[in-house]
Each structure stands twice: as structure tokens, then as C-alpha cells.
């Protein structure tokens, strides 16, 4: 069964940044568009960023411009640049595929407040 492990959340200042990272187990990894998630407190889950297997990237309106998806195919792993956070995007964030399709995991908490 394929694994996500999210990781790298925590608290910050609002004008702070933070790296997330996301390491998906399994030899498919490549071929996946992955994207970044996040779930508010009350509000439903979201995406945040996307990454294509060929770099291409897309992003939320309240994202962009402050938010920087990539990815590193050799080590399964997919990181969100968050830089400029503001306290709305305090959230649990998650990593997937583009269609959800792999087992969610914990997700990290991301905490803006001063």
C-alpha cells in the first residue's frame, strides 16, 4: 500500500515561511500529479498547488505568488514554499495525487498567529 508522510508544519509569525515536505512510498511516484491540500478548522478540504510529472504547476488564487510547489523524483518527495504566510492559512495540510487517489495521511498542522 502506497504511504504519504507529510511533515515540516509548525507555528510561525504571520510574514514567516515554512517548507513542507511530502514523501510517497512506491515506484510510481513519478508518473502521479501531486498536489498539496489544506483543511481549515469548520471549512472543507482544498487544494493549494499542483505539480504535473512534467514541472508544469497551478495554484489557488490565495496562494499565488507566496506559494512555490516542486518536486524531487529521486526521493519521492514534494515540498510547498510557503513565504508570506497570513493567519488564514493557518490549516492541516495534505499531499495526494491530483485525483485523491492514494490513502490520506496525517497531514501537518500550519499555525499563523502572532
Known amino acids: 500500500q502506497v504511504q504519504v508522510v507529510e511533515s515540516g508544519g509548525g507555528l510561525v509569525q504571520p510574514g514567516g515561511s515554512l517548507r513542507l515536505s511530502c514523501v510517497v512510498s512506491g515506484s510510481n511516484f513519478r508518473l502521479y500529479s501531486m498536489t498539496w491540500y489544506r483543511q481549515a478548522p469548520g471549512k472543507q478540504r482544498e487544494s493549494v498547488a499542483s505539480?504535473?510529472?512534467?514541472?508544469?504547476?497551478i495554484y489557488a488564487d490565495s496562494v499565488k505568488d507566496r506559494f512555490t510547489i516542486s518536486r524531487d523524483n529521486a526521493k519521492n518527495t514534494v515540498y510547498l514554499q510557503m513565504n508570506s504566510l497570513k493567519p488564514e492559512d493557518t490549516a492541516v495540510y495534505y499531499c495526494?495525487?491530483?485525483?485523491?487517489?492514494?490513502?490520506w495521511g496525517q497531514g501537518t498542522q500550519v499555525t499563523v498567529s502572532s
Open positions: 505539480i504535473t510529472p512534467d514541472i508544469k504547476t
Open positions: 495526494n495525487t491530483a485525483l485523491g487517489g492514494l490513502t
